[in-house]
């Protein structure tokens, strides 16, 4: 059993940078890969980056490309999402999912065994 915390969301204006961060507790955090979802009111839960068990490989969805960045700290069982350049439309419910399943990343969200229950960020115009 794996259990996810999220912190670091909030309320910022557009352009402005934000770090979300993602604490487990349970089995060694290396065992599994990370991935970041996001999800806004009336719309399905859409992928937003990935980390590999050793942090060697990521995946990002090309809207956040060369904006986030997906990092993990396997020495404090964290996983990070630096958002820079925020956009109205980044506004969501961010989540962390965690796999035992693929070592590497993937952008299923059926392929994630564990998730947090969210933090919220709101980007104003």
């Known amino acids: 059993q794996v259990h996810l915390v999220e912190s670091g969301g909030g309320l910022v204006q557009a352009g402005d940078s934000l770090r979300l961060s993602c604490a487990a507790s349970g089995r060694t955090f290396s065992t599994y890969a990370m991935g970041w979802f996001r999800q806004a009111p009336g719309k399905e839960r859409q992928f937003v980056a990935a980390?590999?068990?050793?942090?060697?490989?990521?995946d990002y969805a090309d809207s956040v490309k060369d904006r986030f960045t997906i990092s993990r700290d396997n020495t404090k069982n964290t996983v990070y999402l630096q958002m820079n350049n925020l956009k109205p439309e980044d506004t969501a419910l961010y989540s962390c999912?965690?796999?035992?399943?693929?070592?590497?990343?993937?952008?299923?969200?059926?392929?994630?065994?564990?998730w947090g229950q969210g933090t919220q960020v709101t980007v104003s115009s």
């Open positions: 999912a965690a796999t035992y399943r693929v070592a590497v990343t993937t952008t299923r969200p059926t392929a994630y065994d564990y």
């Open positions: 980390i590999s068990r050793s942090g060697s490989t990521t």
